[in-house]
């Protein structure tokens, strides 16, 4: 069974740019969630998305936005970007099962915003 | 507001050891914790998993206890090995919504 894939592994962006970053989840997986990781600041939640529709949202503001298609594929767009948005980006997926809460996570996205 | 607290930044245990560590949370909503294990350059893995309607879960190596009166959970490593090195994260849920997360403590197992 295929992991959590997450394109590009790395990215470099310049200061107000806007960046588009990709998560495909496990086959059968139908919430994917996103978290931003810094030093420090272990993992802070950005979304979650099941079945297409956002269904939770961390304290971010709204220049981070993401989608999920049909195929569960998510997407997470960050616009006129910081230098603070620089991060490790993770994309997390779940089957949601009852009673199963466990999430896969991919290996990340690294952000560098200069 | 940092509802789920990893207060060790760091721990530094002897192979063969047992590597304990602690985590905090505020939320008495939670009732549902994890703890993960993440390598450098890798995404976290899951590791340990515990509902409030237990106080141990056992898995190989690892146990995992929650203190719901405290609020406190903590996570045994026995017996400690050099590959157990790694930054581990706890992270708790109400009702499996979306997860807390503590900032990690990195353990290094000296061989």
């Known amino acids: 069974k295929a992991g959590v894939t997450q394109t590009p592994r790395y990215l470099i962006k310049t200061r107000g740019q806007q960046v588009t970053l990709s998560c495909s989840p496990i086959?059968?997986?139908?919430?994917v969630s996103w978290y931003q990781q810094t030093p420090g600041q272990g993992l802070q939640f950005l979304f979650e998305y099941f079945s297409e529709t956002q269904r939770n949202k961390g304290n971010f503001p709204g220049r981070f936005s993401g989608r999920q298609f049909s195929n569960s594929r998510s997407e997470m767009n960050v616009s006129t970007l910081e230098l603070g948005d620089s991060a490790l980006y993770l994309c997390?997926?779940?089957?949601?099962?009852?009673?199963?809460?466990?999430?896969?996570f991919g290996s990340g996205t690294r952000l560098t915003v200069v | 507001d940092q509802q789920v607290k990893q207060n060790s930044p760091s721990l530094s245990v002897q192979e063969g050891r047992i590597s304990i560590l602690n985590c905090d949370y505020t939320n008495s909503m939670f009732d549902y914790f994890l703890w993960y294990k993440k390598y450098p350059a890798e995404g976290p893995t899951f590791l340990i998993s515990?509902?409030?309607?237990?106080d141990k879960n056992e898995d190989g190596r690892f146990t995992v206890f929650l203190n719901k009166s405290a609020k406190h959970l903590s996570l045994h490593i026995v017996p400690s090995q050099p590959g157990d090195s790694a930054v581990y994260f706890c992270a708790a849920s109400a009702n499996g919504n979306q997860f807390y997360f503590g900032t990690g403590t990195s353990l290094t197992v000296i061989p």
């Open positions: 997390a997926s779940s089957s949601r099962d009852r009673g199963n809460y466990g999430y896969t």
């Open positions: 515990i509902s409030s309607i237990k």
């Open positions: 086959s059968g997986h139908r919430s």
